[in-house]
Nanobody, 122 residues
Framework: QVQLVESGGGLVQAGGSLRISCAVSGRTFSSSVMGWFRQAAGREREFVATITWSAGNTYYADSVKGRFTISRDNVENTVYLQMNSLKPEDTAVYYC???????????????WGQGTQVTVSS
């Protein structure tokens, strides 16, 4: 069983930066990729970024490309999302997820964290 715990969310002004983290336990052979998704109030869950544990291959949503960076620490079993040049439209609950295959489809992800709120003020 994989357990995911997000942290690091908060309130930041537009143009600012924030890094959120996802601590992973029970990872061994349970997933090949980690992803970040977000869900704004009244909207569907949206793919943000994903990364493979092994090679560190990444894939981003067009809306965050060039502003967000996903990374992982294989020793600490932690995945990060560095968010720069934040915009009010980035406001959402951010979820990390563990799954298989470098994909933007939430159905590829089997395990989910509880989410962390990121609010960007204008």
């Amino acid at each position: 069983q994989v357990q995911l715990v997000e942290s690091g969310g908060g309130l930041v002004q537009a143009g600012g930066s924030l890094r959120i983290s996802c601590a992973v336990s029970g990872r061994t052979f349970s997933s090949s990729v980690m992803g970040w998704f977000r869900q704004a109030a009244g909207r569907e869950r949206e793919f943000v970024a994903t990364i493979t544990w092994s090679a560190g291959n990444t894939y981003y949503a067009d809306s965050v490309k060039g502003r967000f960076t996903i990374s992982r620490d294989n020793v600490e079993n932690t995945v990060y999302l560095q968010m720069n040049s934040l915009k009010p439209e980035d406001t959402a609950v951010y979820y990390c997820a563990a799954g298989y295959g470098l994909s933007s489809n939430f159905k590829n992800y089997l395990y989910w964290g509880q989410g962390t709120q990121v609010t960007v003020s204008s």
